[in-house]
């Protein structure tokens, strides 16, 4: 009689230890279909903001959830981009969205760093737009001077 209860007993664990596997089966077919959903909604999301991108008239793209955009070297990443060529390309996107009338700023770490083409192109893409850019150069002077790009250029600042 003591086996017969032992046999019992391990037939009721092993019973319950199916039921739990189909269980466990069952939440796993759910996630896999939850997950496939939510990777095709991820995929969604790179054609919207390249979508939204583009209404900026923005040359960058997503792709597999990462910023690219076409160099004379390629298919380029964002974050592979030089320092000058981000903030570049960062703030004619910021001009385009702020528009006429639109005040900017550069922080003075990226300013100093932007190549003269790079402030050229920038100053160009402003004055075109209408926005106003405030940043900052170090120089030695002692007196702080609020100067346009122009005379910037000019005085080899």
């Known amino acids: 009689q003591c086996k017969a209860i032992e046999a019992g007993d391990a037939a009721r664990r092993a019973k319950e230890k199916l039921r739990m596997a189909e269980a466990y089966r069952y ?39 990462r910023l690219l955009t076409d160099t004379d070297r390629g298919p380029t990443y964002f974050a592979d981009l030089s320092d000058g ?39 160009v893409v402003s004055r075109e737009a209408g926005v106003v850019i405030l940043s900052a150069i170090a120089t030695n002077d002692k007196e702080i001077d609020a100067v346009p790009f122009k005379e910037m250029e000019v005085a080899g600042v």
Request: without cysteine; glycine residues 8%; negative net charge.
């Open 85 to 123: 060529e981000r903030w570049r390309m960062a703030t004619e996107i910021a001009v385009k969205a702020v528009g006429r009338g639109g005040l900017l700023t550069i922080p003075q770490a990226a300013f100093s760093e932007l190549s003269p083409r790079n402030r050229q192109m920038i100053d």
């Open 27 to 65: 939440k796993e077919t759910v996630s896999e279909e939850e997950a496939e959903q939510l990777r095709a909604a991820a995929a969604g999301v790179d054609q919207v903001l390249t979508d939204q991108i583009a209404t900026l008239g923005s040359p960058l793209r997503v792709e597999g959830g």
